[in-house]
């Protein structure tokens, strides 16, 4: 009952934040651990570095309420560095960004070869209550436009939930659209970012959805248990 208690609480604070900040915004397979400081957008340039790894999506890659250093790309590189791998992680992350407007963004962030890119986008689609069939189609239109761009890069899907607001078949319907298009483009899949943070009070800020300093920490693993072994495995090569 308490952990119903916790989903329930988490889903109605859930859908109120991220619609708020909806309003301000003017727009396969599994690895372990140890900061990104690339503005939104902005292409890398680094001789010294074998790659990219491009983190596109809303406020919760941005880092709402956090310091850019202290949200899970930066996060992420911290680990990279620890390990010795050559790779830059940039938090190309927006918030309030649907997939509509990350679609219509993509081209410019696109401007930077990427090695690995980690698409975090869909709760905000969701919580508006659009279309199923649009969001699906525009993560893959997404998708397309990174294949087009470099075959050979390794696309991450971050997989969404959202609270039952819009009923149980929508909720079902939306949470499928991930683990769909990730086995549909032979991409990998974080099954759910916000695992082991949504919901949890200590892990989030004040407003009750964008976690905390901690939290992103623990988004960061979420996101390693899958990245690790994709860099592991091309630094093998």
Same mark, same amino acid.
């Given at each position: 009952?308490?952990?119903?208690?916790?989903?329930l609480?988490?889903s109605?604070?859930?859908?109120?934040?991220?619609l708020?900040?909806?309003g301000n915004?003017?727009?396969?397979?599994?690895?372990?651990?140890?900061?990104?400081?690339t503005?939104?957008?902005?292409?890398?340039?680094?001789?010294?570095?074998?790659?990219?790894?491009l983190c596109?999506?809303?406020s919760?890659?941005?880092?709402?309420?956090?310091?850019?250093?202290?949200?899970?790309?930066?996060?992420?590189q911290?680990i990279?560095?620890?390990?010795g %791998?050559?790779?830059t992680?940039? /938090?190309s @992350?927006?918030? &309030?960004?649907?997939?509509?407007?990350? =679609?219509?963004r !993509?081209?410019?962030?696109?401007?930077?070869?990427?090695?690995v890119? %980690?698409?975090?986008l869909?709760a /905000?689609? @969701?919580l508006? &209550?659009?279309?199923?069939?649009?969001? =699906?189609?525009? !993560?893959?239109?997404?998708i397309?436009?990174?294949k087009?761009k470099?075959p050979?890069t390794?696309?991450?899907?971050?997989g969404?939930?959202?609270?039952?607001?819009?009923?149980?078949d929508?909720?079902?319907?939306?949470?499928?659209?991930?683990?769909d298009?990730?086995e549909?483009n032979?991409?990998y899949?974080?099954p759910?970012?916000?695992?082991?943070?949504?919901?949890?009070?200590e892990?989030?800020?004040n407003d009750?959805?964008h976690?905390?300093?901690?939290?992103?920490?623990?988004l960061a693993?979420?996101?390693?248990?899958v990245l690790?072994?994709?860099?592991?495995?091309?630094n093998?090569q």
């Amino acid at each position: 009952m308490r952990n119903v208690y916790k989903v329930l609480k988490f889903s109605y604070f859930f859908g109120v934040l991220l619609l708020m900040s909806c309003g301000n915004s003017t727009s396969k397979s599994k690895p372990q651990p140890a900061e990104a400081e690339t503005s939104i957008d902005s292409p890398v340039e680094n001789a010294d570095k074998k790659g990219v790894i491009l983190c596109f999506g809303d406020s919760l890659t941005a880092g709402m309420g956090l310091d850019p250093e202290e949200a899970f790309p930066a996060v992420l590189q911290k680990i990279v560095d620890s390990l010795g %791998l050559n790779y830059t992680v940039v /938090n190309s @992350g927006l918030s &309030g960004e649907t997939t509509a407007s990350g =679609r219509n963004r !993509l081209s410019w962030v696109l401007n930077q070869k990427t090695e690995v890119f %980690l698409l975090e986008l869909g709760a /905000n689609d @969701g919580l508006r &209550g659009i279309d199923l069939s649009e969001t =699906r189609s525009n !993560l893959q239109a997404i998708i397309n436009m990174v294949k087009a761009k470099n075959p050979d890069t390794k696309i991450i899907l971050a997989g969404m939930q959202i609270p039952p607001n819009m009923g149980p078949d929508y909720t079902s319907e939306f949470r499928k659209i991930f683990p769909d298009l990730a086995e549909e483009n032979n991409a990998y899949l974080i099954p759910f970012l916000l695992k082991d943070v949504g919901g949890i009070p200590e892990l989030n800020q004040n407003d009750g959805i964008h976690p905390t300093k901690k939290g992103h920490k623990i988004l960061a693993q979420n996101v390693w248990e899958v990245l690790g072994p994709i860099l592991v495995s091309s630094n093998n090569q």
